[in-house]
């Protein structure tokens, strides 16, 4: 069973001593966290694949996003990340594909899934599947399930006026607008201390395959 005690007080550790010396100084506590969490990754793998078989075999260091940031171009040189997170899909964290997502922090923690930041033709892919199968892509985002879970999609980025090559009056052009099609479900800490958890997980996961299968259907054409 997961020590995701271990994990969250590692990571409120980090977002105080953010820096290099502290880091390498408790390496250990990392690595063991670390550990902790590909374990639980690895066990979520396997009911996730079986629901969605796209995912095919994959391992946790694959899908586990390294802590390390690129602060090349960023103000924030922070050296680490101070979550865990891991995305699901066949390929791993460098696919560019529709897939799960676990993100792991204190008091920000969430399950989410979908294709973010997609490159141009991918993201022309899905909004031309939407074109054609308008009704299709919107049972997938009014059923109970999904909005019980998500609401709706993240409108992050979302473009103000229509993309070129659709007629402004199709049904479905506000969708058309998102550059991000993703979802995001926030969970308490003491979520990832109860019973049963991948269970718990796969019933949010079981409302985000269809989206997932509509997207990764689109860009196996």
């Known amino acids: ?32 966290a670390h550990r902790e969490f590909a374990g639980f990754v690895n066990a979520l793998i396997v009911p996730l694949s ?8 994959v391992s946790a260091e ?14 924030d040189k922070s050296p680490y990340k101070t979550n865990f997170g891991a995305f699901i899909a066949k390929g791993g964290k460098k696919a560019e594909r ?3 997502y676990v993100h792991i922090q204190p008091d920000e923690s969430m399950l989410s899934g979908g294709i973010y930041m997609p490159a141009p033709e991918t993201l022309e892919s899905v909004r031309n599947e939407i074109y054609h199968h308008p009704q299709e892509i919107r049972k997938i985002l009014e059923n109970k399930s999904f909005k019980k879970y998500f609401g709706t999609l993240s409108e ?25 099609f993703v979802t995001g479900y ?12 991948i269970e718990r997980i796969m019933d949010v996961f079981k409302a985000q395959y269809p989206l997932n299968a ?7 054409k």
């Open 62 to 75: 694959e899908c586990i996003f390294r802590i390390y940031r690129d602060v090349r171009f960023s103000h």
């Open 98 to 100: 529709a897939g799960y």
């Open 1 to 32: 069973m997961t020590n995701f005690k271990q994990i969250f007080d590692f990571l409120s550790k980090l977002q105080v001593h953010n820096d290099r010396n502290w880091f390498n100084e408790h390496k250990d506590e990392y690595m063991a």
């Open 186 to 197: 926030p969970v308490p800490n003491d979520f990832f201390m109860q019973e049963h958890l």
């Open 214 to 220: 509509f997207i990764n259907r689109a860009l196996d």
């Open 50 to 57: 079986q629901l969605d078989e796209s995912i095919g075999t």
């Open 156 to 180: 992050e980025d979302k473009l103000k006026n229509p993309p070129k090559g659709y007629p402004k009056d199709f049904e479905e052009i506000d969708l058309l607008k998102n550059k991000h």
